[in-house]
């Protein structure tokens, strides 16, 4: 079984770049969940879907960061404009589910991002 | 609030000896537990959860857990350690009184093993 697949590895901007990051989830996952990994952090929450619907994204910073889940499959986070600050591992996650045994979380490999 | 407490940065232990890797949590009701290994450049792979049921929870590469609810404790064990163990380990809980399917991570236990 393919695992959670994210795009692309490592991506190098100038400031005030635009950036977008994909992931493909584990085939029947519903749920689909953006992390962000500082250096020597565990990861943060940023959003996540259930399906096509945005149902915790307390933690995205809206005014400059975007998600999007059309077909309730793959998703893609935005950062427009970046700043130097946003630096950091992107990850991607999915789950079967929300509750019980289904709510086992199998991330991808991340996108390294560097904001020069 | 839920929290989580890794005390250690680092762990060391020659190889074939067993390790420990600390994590206690913090939540208003019943806890999922779930410990994480992040390798170089790599994502989180899942090791092992603990729901309900049994305290001692197997799971991959011959990596336990024991829940200690009194403790609020949820150590990673492994009794012969391997070099190929080496890697970040990350506890997480969830607090199961929410509704939302939050995952709060600790800062992360990095585990080096010597041969």
């Known amino acids: 079984e393919a695992g959670v697949v994210q795009s692309p590895r490592y991506k190098i901007i100038e400031k005030k770049q635009p950036v977008a990051f994909w992931c493909n989830p584990i085939?029947?996952?519903?749920?689909l969940y953006w992390y962000l990994q500082n250096l020597g952090q565990g990861p943060e929450l940023l959003i996540r879907?259930?399906?096509?619907?945005?149902?915790?994204d307390s933690q995205l910073p809206k005014d400059r960061f975007s998600a999007e889940r059309l077909k309730g499959v793959d998703s893609t986070l935005k950062i427009q404009p970046a700043e130097l600050g946003d630096s950091a591992v992107y990850l991607c996650?999915?789950?079967?589910?929300?509750?019980?045994?289904?709510?086992?979380?199998?991330f991808g490999p991340g996108t390294r991002l560097l904001v020069l | 609030a839920q929290s989580v407490a890794q005390p250690e940065d680092q762990v060391n232990v020659a190889e074939g000896n067993p390790l420990t890797v600390k994590c206690t949590y913090s939540?208003?009701?019943?806890?999922?537990l779930f410990w994480y290994v992040q390798y170089p450049n790599r994502g989180l792979q899942f090791l092992l959860k603990?729901?309900?049921?049994?305290?001692l929870v197997k799971g991959s590469y011959g990596f336990e857990a024991e829940f200690n609810k009194s403790q609020t404790s949820f150590h990673l064990k492994k009794p012969s350690a391997l070099v190929s163990d080496s890697a970040l380990y990350f506890c997480?809980?969830?607090?199961?009184?929410?509704?939302?399917?939050?995952?709060?991570f600790g800062t992360g236990t990095r585990l080096q093993v010597t041969l």
């Open positions: 996650a999915s789950s079967l589910g929300v509750s019980g045994r289904e709510e086992t979380q199998y």
């Open positions: 085939s029947g996952h519903n749920t």
């Open positions: 879907y259930e399906n096509e619907e945005a149902v915790d």
């Open positions: 939540v208003s009701g019943n806890p999922y």
């Open positions: 603990y729901i309900t049921g049994d305290n």
């Open positions: 997480a809980v969830r607090d199961l009184t929410g509704t939302a399917s939050k995952l709060t």
